[in-house]
Nanobody, 124 residues
C-alpha cells in the first residue's frame, strides 16, 4: 500500500513556473515507477510525465516536453514536477501516480495508487 500526497499547485501567470511535489508513504518507494497526470475541466485524464524506479529514465508528453522536468528523491520518498514556461492550457488538476508493474506508461489504468491532486491555474 502506498499513499500519495501532492502539493505545490497554485495560480501563476503565463510564462511563470511552479514546482509540484508528491510525497509518498507506505511501502518501499523505490519499488514504484511514478508519473504525473492532469485533468482539465470537462476533459479526460492526460499523461504528463513518468520516471523510472531509479530515476535514470524519464518520459514526457509532447505537449510539455522541454518545459517540464520530472525527478525523484528516493531517500525523501518524493517525486517532483518542475513546470516552466507555463501556458493557460496547462491549467488542470495534477495527480501523481505509482505503479510497480511498468515504467513510462501513458495509460492511467496501469497505475494502482493515486494522490488526491493539486490544482494548477495559469492565467493569460
Amino acid at each position: 500500500q502506498v499513499q500519495l500526497v501532492e502539493s505545490g499547485g497554485g495560480l501563476v501567470q503565463a510564462g511563470g513556473s511552479l514546482r509540484l511535489s508528491c510525497a509518498a508513504s507506505g511501502r518501499a518507494f523505490s519499488n514504484y515507477a511514478m508519473a504525473w497526470f492532469r485533468q482539465a475541466p470537462g476533459k479526460g485524464r492526460e499523461f504528463v510525465a513518468a520516471i523510472s524506479w531509479s530515476g535514470s529514465n524519464t518520459r514526457y508528453a509532447d505537449s510539455v516536453k522541454g518545459r517540464f522536468t520530472i525527478s525523484r528523491d528516493n531517500a525523501k520518498k518524493t517525486v517532483y514536477l518542475q513546470m516552466n514556461s507555463l501556458k493557460p492550457e496547462d491549467t488542470a488538476l495534477y495527480y501523481c501516480a505509482a505503479t510497480s508493474v511498468t515504467y513510462g506508461s501513458d495509460y492511467d489504468g496501469n497505475y494502482r495508487y493515486w494522490g488526491q491532486g493539486t490544482q494548477v491555474t495559469v492565467s493569460s
